[in-house]
Structure formats: structure tokens, C-alpha cells
Antibody
Framework: EVQLVESGGGLVQPGGSLRLSCAASGFTFSSYWMSWVRQAPGKGLEWVAN????????YYVDSVKGRFTISRDNAKNSLYLQMNSLRAEDTAVYYC?????????WGQGTLVTVSS | SYELTQPPSVSVSPGQTARITCSGDALPKQYAYWYQQKPGQAPVLVIY???ERPSGIPERFSGSSSGTTVTLTISGVQAEDEADYYC???????????FGGGTKLTVL
């Protein structure tokens, strides 16, 4: 059974940091581009960042460039998102996913709330 | 930045056909994917590579492409199909992922 399990979300003050993790199982994680996708309350899906299979290429949406860093550890079948200088507008459910693949794997998401 | 445009809402009666469009300049070059999302749940892939249907997705879901527009068609809509639907593709370079704004399908 394919599973993507996110963790690390929570309440953080503006300007703070969080590190999200995603544990993958049931498929060959190292064969897929992986992404973080977020969804603000009541809003649509927004792609945040993606990373190539070997970690050699990384891309970000403009609004998080310089603040967020995506990484992966294929030996641990894990994806990460380091989020710094968090803002209220970063409040969202963050999904670990493989959009753009024929499998379309998605986790259940982890909620990040940025508030004082 | 690159955008995909979807209608905010579509309404159909049970048994009718629903069509949801998605427009974007790079769609002739990049595949489109469609996701169904029900309240409180993660998105589920219903169409990949413009028109391919994943295993387990009912045959009433189909996709097509014409120029800068792709279309998700749901034939014989059922009450359980009421959900938000998102198209997804990539920019012309293929490096950035982009989602449409989403379409709320209401089954009357």
C-alpha cells in the first residue's frame, strides 16, 4: 500500500521556522520528482516546491523563494521542507505529493498555522 | 507567472454530462492532469496525461485536449461526483508545477 505521511506542522509565530517531513512507503520513492503543495483554508491548491529524483534540481514558487528549502533523503524514503521567516499567508495544509506523474501520490497533509 | 484558468463552478443534474475546462498557453506542450477533491480529503488523480484514466477511476471520467484548452468530462454524473476539480500542468520549461484555480461541481 502506497503511503505518504506528513509531519511537523503546528502553530508558529510570524518570523518563525518549521521543518516538515514526509515519509514515503509502498513505491519506489527515488524514481519520482516530488513536490510540496499547500492549500490555504477555503482556497485552492498551490504548488510550493519540487525536487528531482536525485535532488540535483529544485524549483520554488516565487512567494517562498529564499525562505523555504526542499530536500530529500532517498535512503530514508523521505521528503523535507524547511520553512523560515514564516508569514501569516503561509498558513495552509501542506501536502507531500507527486503531481505530474501517472500515479498521483498524495499524503493527507499537515496543517501549518502562522499566528501570534 | 504562468496560470491555468478554470470556471469557478459548474452545475449539472444527475445523469447529465459535466464538462470542466482548463486553459493555458503551455498546454499544447505540457500534459494536463485532473484531480478530484472532496471536503476534508486529499486530492485524488482522475485523469493523467490529458486523457489517461488511472486504475480504479470510473469510466465516466474522461479527458481531452484541443490547443490551449483541456477538458474533463464526467458522463452520467452521480451525486458522489460533487467535489472540487483541479487541473494541473507545468510551465513551458517543464520545471514549475501549476494548478488551476479549481472548479466546484454541484450536482443538483
Amino acid at each position: 500500500e502506497v503511503q505518504l505521511v506528513e509531519s511537523g506542522g503546528g502553530l508558529v509565530q510570524p518570523g518563525g521556522s518549521l521543518r516538515l517531513s514526509c515519509a514515503a512507503s509502498g513505491f519506489t520513492f527515488s524514481s519520482y520528482w516530488m513536490s510540496w503543495v499547500r492549500q490555504a483554508p477555503g482556497k485552492g491548491l498551490e504548488w510550493v516546491a519540487n525536487i528531482k529524483q536525485d535532488g540535483s534540481e529544485k524549483y520554488y514558487v516565487d512567494s517562498v523563494k529564499g525562505r523555504f528549502t526542499i530536500s530529500r533523503d532517498n535512503a530514508k524514503n523521505s521528503l523535507y521542507l524547511q520553512m523560515n521567516s514564516l508569514r501569516a499567508e503561509d498558513t495552509a495544509v501542506y501536502y507531500c505529493a507527486s503531481p505530474g506523474s501517472s500515479r498521483g501520490y498524495w499524503g493527507q497533509g499537515t496543517l501549518v498555522t502562522v499566528s501570534s | 507567472s504562468y496560470e491555468l484558468t478554470q470556471p469557478p463552478s459548474v452545475s449539472v443534474s444527475p445523469g447529465q454530462t459535466a464538462r470542466i475546462t482548463c486553459s493555458g498557453d503551455a498546454l499544447p506542450k505540457q500534459y494536463a492532469y485532473w484531480y478530484q477533491q472532496k471536503p476534508g480529503q486529499a486530492p485524488v488523480l482522475v485523469i493523467y496525461k490529458d486523457s489517461e484514466r488511472p486504475s480504479g477511476i470510473p469510466e465516466r471520467f474522461s479527458g481531452s485536449s484541443s490547443g490551449t484548452t483541456v477538458t474533463l468530462t464526467i458522463s452520467g454524473v452521480q451525486a458522489e461526483d460533487e467535489a472540487d476539480y483541479y487541473c494541473q500542468s507545468a510551465d513551458s520549461s517543464g520545471t514549475s508545477v501549476v494548478f488551476g484555480g479549481g472548479t466546484k461541481l454541484t450536482v443538483l
